[in-house]
């Protein structure tokens, strides 16, 4: 029997009694590694080492070292999300990876996973306890990291976006009412952080965004405001930071509301620091926050969820999210007529879906005007006819209560009871003389009626000459 050829491989049966295979392939680093390959029977190991050459001949390297999945998940995190993305995700993506993945799956092979196994450790979460929710931030948390190794031409699938999980559904979302935003401003008039919420409120800024307003992006004499960071609390400290996306860089119109606040608050400011001297910790003016403490320091984000909290609850006002005053005011322009486009301009987001998906909601209020407007459609009820003080139900522009009575004048076949126009004839002269004939008969009505109207209210008092 001949030697094998050069990079053919071999197969040789171990003093422990496993088979082993050994062939020389390129590693994802480049270089010529000899790779062994173990199995329990010489088919295994045989069928191993030609799918193994089947890559290769393919292009794919082989991995220059075998990852157990939590040694993955520790240079995934260092070397791919630490550089690449905002430091709020790779503080989220570390906690998951730290509490939920490397307990469950960190010493399984990275090459073996599969989606029985993804499968059973995600039911398990759920079966703790976890909301399904958490339990597909897990999945999404696993499934990038996977991703990632694919790249690398670690993995040739990701077995994490092959597990089933049911359909989570976003909570209802009530903003609030014209009223009770109302209520919240002028509850809010005298409250220190009275010019962050008018700024949640009026413009649907995110906290960050409100948090981290400096006096440079307020300019004055344009009457705009620049939007260009914000404020998190970070690995246990408060750091300004990018915005969330390109499109959260926007530049917003001073509104006089806004204005008078920002006044006050310039004058406030000033009086503090004065009265602080050198324990003044504001630093360069024109880098100074708008909304900071006594001292000059930022406000802390927990606070102004606290404050707002609060405020709704010594008053009565319905208590929602802080995050949810800009679901209201996203609402707020929906119902004013705002274009979706402008919505999604003024609230800074990357995609107009986004806007009118998940921030702008409808009420049972705004149904029924929108319903009603179809009515009206059906009904051939002009825009004026609301202003008259009859009943809806009662009361037709077009008189279809008595056009069955005027059939037989008109030699029209009677209306049938229900929703609908009586039956017409369709042959256009005819049609036309009938509509004459039925809005001459409404003239008279309604000249009659005003006439009556007339007569009573010139009618002089019991008793006197008529």
Same mark, same amino acid.
């Given at each position: 029997?001949?030697?094998?050829?050069?990079?053919?491989?071999?197969?040789?049966?171990?003093?422990?009694?496993?088979?082993?295979?050994?062939?020389?392939?390129?590693?994802?680093?480049?270089?010529?590694?000899?790779?062994?390959?173990?199995?329990?029977?010489?088919?295994?190991?045989?069928?191993?080492?030609?799918?193994?050459?089947?890559?290769?001949?393919?292009?794919?390297?082989?991995?220059?070292?075998?990852?157990?999945?939590?040694?993955?998940?520790?240079?995934?995190?260092?070397?791919?999300?630490?550089?690449? #993305?905002?430091?709020?995700?790779?503080?989220?993506?570390?906690?998951?990876? #730290?509490?939920?993945?490397?307990?469950?799956?960190?010493?399984?092979?990275?090459?073996?996973?599969?989606?029985?196994?993804?499968?059973?450790?995600?039911?398990?979460?759920?079966?703790?306890?976890?909301?399904?929710?958490?339990?597909?931030?897990?999945?999404?948390?696993?499934?990038?990291?996977?991703?990632?190794?694919?790249?690398?031409?670690?993995?040739?699938?990701?077995?994490?976006?092959?597990?089933?999980?049911?359909?989570?559904?976003?909570?209802?979302?009530?903003?609030?009412?014209?009223?009770?935003?109302?209520?919240?401003?002028?509850?809010?008039?005298?409250?220190?952080?009275?010019?962050?919420?008018?700024?949640?409120?009026?413009?649907?800024?995110?906290?960050?965004?409100?948090?981290?307003?400096?006096?440079?992006?307020?300019?004055?004499?344009?009457?705009?405001?620049?939007?260009?960071?914000?404020?998190?609390?970070?690995?246990?400290?408060?750091?300004?930071?990018?915005?969330?996306?390109?499109?959260?860089?926007?530049?917003?119109?001073?509104?006089?509301?806004?204005?008078?606040?920002?006044?006050?608050?310039?004058?406030?400011?000033?009086?503090?620091?004065?009265?602080?001297?050198?324990?003044?910790?504001?630093?360069?003016?024109?880098?100074?926050?708008?909304?900071?403490?006594?001292?000059?320091?930022?406000?802390?984000?927990?606070?102004?969820?606290?404050?707002?909290?609060?405020?709704?609850?010594?008053?009565?006002?319905?208590?929602?999210?802080?995050?949810?005053?800009?679901?209201?005011?996203?609402?707020?322009?929906?119902?004013?007529?705002?274009?979706?486009?402008?919505?999604?301009?003024?609230?800074?987001?990357?995609?107009?879906?986004?806007?009118?998906?998940?921030?702008?909601?409808?009420?049972?209020?705004?149904?029924?005007?929108?319903?009603?407007?179809?009515?009206?459609?059906?009904?051939?009820?002009?825009?004026?006819?609301?202003?008259?003080?009859?009943?809806?139900?009662?009361?037709?522009?077009?008189?279809?209560?008595?056009?069955?009575?005027?059939?037989?004048?008109?030699?029209?076949?009677?209306?049938?009871?229900?929703?609908?126009?009586?039956?017409?004839?369709?042959?256009?002269?005819?049609?036309?003389?009938?509509?004459?004939?039925?809005?001459?008969?409404?003239?008279?009505?309604?000249?009659?009626?005003?006439?009556?109207?007339?007569?009573?209210?010139?009618?002089?008092?019991?008793?006197?000459?008529?």
């Amino acid at each position: 029997m001949g030697r094998n050829a050069n990079g053919e491989g071999s197969i040789y049966r171990r003093k422990d009694g496993r088979y082993e295979a050994a062939a020389y392939f390129v590693t994802t680093k480049g270089l010529r590694k000899r790779a062994r390959i173990y199995g329990r029977t010489r088919e295994e190991v045989h069928a191993k080492l030609n799918e193994a050459k089947l890559r290769a001949h393919q292009g794919i390297p082989m991995p220059d070292r075998n990852w157990q999945l939590g040694d993955w998940l520790d240079y995934w995190l260092a070397e791919v999300v630490q550089s690449s #993305r905002r430091p709020t995700t790779y503080e989220r993506y570390e906690l998951v990876v #730290r509490l939920y993945l490397k307990p469950g799956l960190g010493t399984q092979p990275l090459s073996r996973l599969s989606v029985p196994m993804v499968q059973t450790f995600l039911n398990q979460q759920l079966a703790a306890g976890r909301s399904l929710r958490n339990v597909q931030i897990i999945r999404e948390v696993l499934s990038a990291a996977l991703t990632r190794a694919c790249r690398e031409e670690l993995l040739v699938r990701n077995v994490a976006r092959l597990v089933e999980l049911a359909k989570w559904e976003r909570p209802d979302i009530r903003p609030w009412t014209n009223d009770e935003a109302r209520r919240f401003m002028e509850a809010a008039r005298d409250d220190p952080l009275c010019l962050a919420f008018n700024l949640l409120l009026l413009y649907g800024l995110r906290r960050g965004e409100v948090l981290g307003l400096r006096w440079c992006d307020v300019d004055q004499a344009d009457k705009v405001l620049r939007i260009r960071q914000q404020l998190q609390r970070v690995a246990g400290e408060l750091r300004r930071g990018p915005l969330k996306t390109k499109a959260g860089r926007r530049d917003l119109p001073l509104l006089d509301m806004t204005h008078s606040l920002l006044v006050a608050q310039r004058l406030h400011q000033q009086a503090c620091k004065d009265a602080a001297g050198d324990g003044w910790l504001g630093g360069d003016p024109e880098q100074q926050l708008v909304s900071s403490t006594r001292s000059g320091l930022p406000i802390e984000p927990r606070n102004l969820r606290r404050s707002f909290r609060r405020i709704c609850e010594q008053h009565g006002i319905r208590v929602i999210r802080l995050h949810d005053l800009r679901h209201t005011t996203a609402t707020l322009l929906k119902d004013l007529g705002v274009p979706a486009r402008d919505a999604q301009l003024i609230l800074g987001h990357s995609s107009i879906a986004v806007t009118q998906e998940i921030y702008q909601h409808d009420s049972l209020e705004s149904r029924r005007e929108a319903l009603e407007g179809v009515e009206r459609i059906f009904l051939r009820e002009p825009k004026s006819a609301v202003a008259v003080n009859y009943c809806r139900q009662t009361y037709f522009p077009i008189p279809l209560f008595f056009i069955a009575s005027l059939a037989g004048e008109t030699g029209l076949e009677p209306a049938t009871p229900g929703f609908g126009a009586p039956k017409l004839p369709f042959e256009a002269g005819r049609l036309t003389s009938v509509r004459s004939y039925v809005e001459g008969r409404l003239k008279q009505w309604l000249l009659g009626l005003v006439a009556v109207s007339v007569a009573v209210k010139i009618e002089p008092p019991v008793g006197e000459n008529r």
